[in-house]
């Protein structure tokens, strides 16, 4: 299916990817670091911050390409067909510039040794990573889960049911980010969102087990999509939407 877009059509759906994950990684990540003030961040504080970034990024980018920032966000919305796949690669894209940028820019703003692992860590600044204690299959299990909540809410939103109650979706996803990183935080970081992970593993070189950290977000993009159109959703004949109203990582 071809979206009858223009070059320059498909470029603003690209930069809007590139600045809206940008804000996510770089606010997000920001607020991970530790060591530079009086008290380290807190689990609470850097929950908290990647829901408030998602918010910030949805706010300003929601009504130009549905503000994914995510890869598994914009393989939902590719599953139950609210964008064309000619399109996914231009999402995606998008979303792995602009993770780069957003970590980029916080390794030109932070002293070096902030972002390197400190003594009772083995990764550096935002590097995807789980708890000791768990294996790879549970790491595994627990990002698909909680990428699996994130998707469906994706999808609650994108439902046409929904296309009066759109007011309030930035605080909604923000929120959602928030509450997800919190229970899922002390397991394996509850990133939900390779392009946030891609970036801090590229930028301090940490690559362990980093296929967690496609493969189950991924899963739960295509898989929790699908059995929602299967089993949610209702025709939706006569919708006019090209595009999601928002969407995100969305950690």
């Known amino acids: 299916m071809d979206d009858n877009m ?3 059509d498909r470029a603003v759906l690209c930069l809007s990817e590139i600045f809206g994950t940008a804000i996510l990684v770089f606010l997000g990540c920001l607020g991970c670091v530790n060591g530079m003030m009086a008290s380290s961040a807190s689990a609470e504080q850097i929950s908290l911050t990647f829901g408030l970034a998602i918010m910030i990024s949805v706010q300003v980018f929601g009504h130009i390409s549905g503000c994914h920032i995510n890869p ?3 393989v939902a919305a590719a599953t139950i067909g609210n964008i064309p796949l000619i399109q996914v690669p231009i999402f995606i ?3 792995i510039l602009g993770g780069l940028a957003g970590f980029g ?5 932070t002293p070096s ?15 995807p990573n789980f708890h000791g204690t768990l294996s790879p299959l549970q790491a595994l299990v627990v990002e698909f889960l909680l990428s699996l909540i994130l998707v469906w809410v994706c999808c609650s939103i994108w439902d046409s049911r ?6 309030s979706t ?23 969102n390779p392009a ?4 801090p593993a590229v930028i301090n070189g940490d690559w362990n087990y980093h296929w967690v950290y496609w493969v189950g977000p991924l899963g739960a993009g295509f898989f929790g999509a699908l059995f929602y159109k299967l089993v949610f959703s209702k025709d939706t004949t006569g919708t006019n939407e090209t595009y999601p109203e928002t969407s995100v990582e969305k950690t």
């Open 113 to 127: 040794e902030t972002l390197k692992p400190k003594l009772n860590e083995t990764v550096g600044l935002c590097s």
């Open 170 to 192: 930035p605080i909604r996803l923000g929120l959602t980010i928030a509450g997800l990183a919190m229970a899922g935080g002390p397991y394996t970081g509850a990133h939900m």
């Open 6 to 8: 223009s070059t320059v």
């Open 93 to 95: 894209v998008g979303q």
């Open 196 to 199: 946030r992970s891609f970036a």
């Open 105 to 109: 820019l916080i390794k030109a703003v």
């Open 162 to 167: 929904n296309s009066e109650k759109n007011e």
């Open 72 to 74: 598994i966000v914009t």
